[in-house]
């Protein structure tokens, strides 16, 4: 049994080696960021409007966005395991965004109270009800719950998010409803709409 050329033994086809451990972890890690960047690309708007419903500025929300993603690319460089580790993603990213924002670095997070001088919640409905502006006049827990709320996340997500029970959460999205409710109620009031 002789190797003929281009060819294994017996003219066969080449032999095969089964690949080294770096070029696995090369495959892997080339898989992860195409899939980070799928990520990004899919979540980086609704990452900013989110951090925005929370009370930033559009510069600051894109900002607390980029470095949100920054983070999760480190991570996933540093240990691929911790980044599979992390559970929802979406609410991954959006914890370390706001965490960033508040300079929390993405522990629970704070948010600030939203000045609202010489405006009444009512007035900002009437602004072609911009969901943003709307909720920048709610109480930082509740604005955090309709933020997480508006962007898909249940009851079960919001208090994994915020760090309190299900309950809490679930209280906190019915008393923004009802605050939202009211104010609507009381815009429409003003425009003599029934």
Known sequence: MDNQPGGGPSGGPPSQTPPCRLQVVDIRMKAAHAAF???AEEQ???LVRFVMRCGASLAEAESAAREAFAEGWRL???DLREWRKVGDERLWIRKVALGVWTGTGGMRPLLPEVAT???ELADLAGQALDTT???AAL???QRLAMALHRD???PAEVAAF????EPEAARLLGDARATLRVSLAAYRTTQGEP
């Open 37 to 39: 960047v799928a990520f």
């Open 44 to 46: 980086r708007l609704e």
């Open 76 to 78: 996933i460089s540093r």
């Open 117 to 119: 001088v010489g405006v």
């Open 133 to 135: 502006i709307v909720l």
């Open 139 to 141: 109480p930082p827990g």
């Open 152 to 154: 898909g996340f249940g």
């Open 162 to 165: 915020m760090e309190v029970p």
